[in-house]
């Protein structure tokens, strides 16, 4: 074993585990800014009737741009702030981990938006979305706060539980992807950004 490699390794692990704290204060902002996108989008939806697959699809991954570019701003800021690095080792392990689910999401749905004629039910990606965002969440839960694992299982398990309850027919009312979407992405990246503010702000108060 490269005696090299061994210790570049080791400094990471020692960097990220220094971090954590860190990576739970800039978590919150940017589970706040999630959400509250996730939640608007899920409104614009249903207000303005987006029911086809490519109407749909525009508006989500219009959104996942605007959340991701957003959470890149943020996550700067919080480096700039402590005066870090913004590109680290332990961000580029945190970016491997993540990157293949996510970027597995974003090739299903160009998969689904692009043929022409195929009206799919929009529920699909919404669903096989929120799987395989979960699945990223749960990898970076290696190298974050364990919090990140637990927020990851709840898409992974409510997705699955979805995914049975769609083969019942729970989920046939109008606007129910919309409101799927929404209610991962809207109320419990809000829910679990709000956690994680008031209980750093607990954390630093006492």
């Known amino acids: 074993m490269n005696p090299n490699w061994a210790e570049e390794n080791l400094q990471t692990i020692r960097t990220l585990m220094e971090r954590s704290a860190l990576y739970r204060r800039a978590l919150a902002p940017i589970m706040l800014l999630a959400g509250a996108l996730g939640v608007a989008a899920a409104v614009i939806g ?14 989500w991954l219009g959104t996942a741009v605007v959340a991701v570019t957003g959470a890149f701003l943020i996550a700067r800021q919080q480096a700039l702030k402590a005066r870090e690095p913004f590109w680290s080792p332990p961000t580029r392990r945190v970016t491997q981990a993540i990157l293949p689910p996510l970027l597995a999401g974003l090739c299903l749905g160009f998969w689904v938006f692009f043929p022409d004629g195929m009206d799919r039910f929009s529920l ?7 799987l395989l965002y979960g699945c990223a969440l749960h990898s970076a839960g290696f190298f974050m706060p364990r919090g990140i694992k637990v927020f990851g299982w709840l898409f992974i398990a409510g997705t699955c539980l979805l995914l049975f309850g769609h083969s019942l027919g729970w989920l046939n009312f109008p606007h129910s992807a919309h409101c799927l979407m929404g209610f991962f992405f809207g109320v419990l990246h809000l829910a679990y950004g709000a956690y994680l503010f008031l209980t750093e702000k607990g954390k630093n108060a006492a």
Do not use: I, K
């Open 124 to 130: 699909v990606p919404a669903m096989l979305w929120t």
């Open 46 to 59: 249903v207000a303005f009737h987006f029911e086809s697959l490519r109407t749909f699809e525009s508006l």
